[in-house]
């Protein structure tokens, strides 16, 4: 498995992705956002699962005016077709484009992992595999919008905090310099795994609520800079 920076906005190449096997697939198309992979040396097909469920991403980075739900469905990705248009090295993708209002902040826009590879810590590897990339590029700050508590429990291992706010429907917003992992702290953590123990989730998320209950910050992953200081906790 290989990390590679694709490219950087505005003028990234284009990303095509199986959209019955990654969410968002239809995303990583533009060539406006920059894009990274976690990708094997070897092309393989992935597994088609059967949910036809659409997942839906609030931008973070977008006005209250203009500010609108992104669906994505098989529609914008394209059928596939004998020639097969589809990069099937890709084990997980990563979008990102610079803060409208701060050019020192990068975006994470959309960080999708291929579905027989979910649960093996993909993105958190992605996610903290940019930074030194993204420090070289000038940027200052991180920050990410995540709408389930998976997604902020993975965010939280590439060295993200919750900044205590919340944008567009249902998000929270996570945060971290770009050269550290953000410190944080036990009450910091749990207060945002509250704001989804107040939805009532049923199913899995319930289940992984429940049983972070009581636990403090997750440990980084280890792609997180080895020389980062450790992140303060509290019980």
């Avoid at 070897?42 to 699962?49: L, Y």
């Avoid at 992104?70 to 589809?86: I, L, R």
């Avoid at 993204?134 to 700050?141: L, M």
């Avoid at 440990?219 to 020389?227: F, G, Q, S």
Wanted: glycine share 6%; net charge negative.
């Amino acid at each position: 498995m290989e990390f590679t920076v694709l490219g950087w906005p505005p003028e990234a190449p284009t990303l095509r992705l199986d959209y019955r096997s990654f969410a968002y697939a239809g995303k990583f198309v533009l060539s406006s956002v920059g894009k990274a992979v976690l990708r094997t040396e070897e092309s393989s097909r992935s597994p088609t699962p059967t949910s036809s469920k659409a997942d839906t991403y609030i931008d973070s980075n977008e006005s209250a005016q203009d500010q609108s739900v992104h669906t994505d469905t098989n529609a914008d990705a394209g059928a596939d077709t004998e020639s097969d248009p589809y990069d099937r090295s890709v084990l997980a993708a990563l979008s990102f484009s610079a803060d409208r209002t701060d050019d020192t902040t990068l975006c994470y826009r959309y960080v999708s992992v291929r579905a027989d590879k979910r649960g093996n810590g993909l993105g958190p590897h992605l996610a903290a595999a940019l930074t030194p990339h993204a420090v070289d590029r000038g940027y200052d700050r991180l920050r990410i919008a995540v709408n389930n508590p998976f997604a902020y429990e993975a965010m939280y291992r590439a060295g993200f905090a919750w900044t205590g706010r919340e944008t567009g429907i249902a998000e929270l917003v996570l945060e971290r310099p770009a050269e550290t992992p953000a410190s944080t702290t036990y009450e910091q953590y749990q207060s945002g795994l509250d704001i989804y123990r107040n939805r009532d989730y049923d199913g899995p998320e319930s289940t992984f609520l429940a049983n972070r209950q009581g636990s403090d910050p997750p440990e980084l992953h280890t792609a997180v800079d080895a020389d980062s200081p450790p992140r303060r906790s509290q019980s």
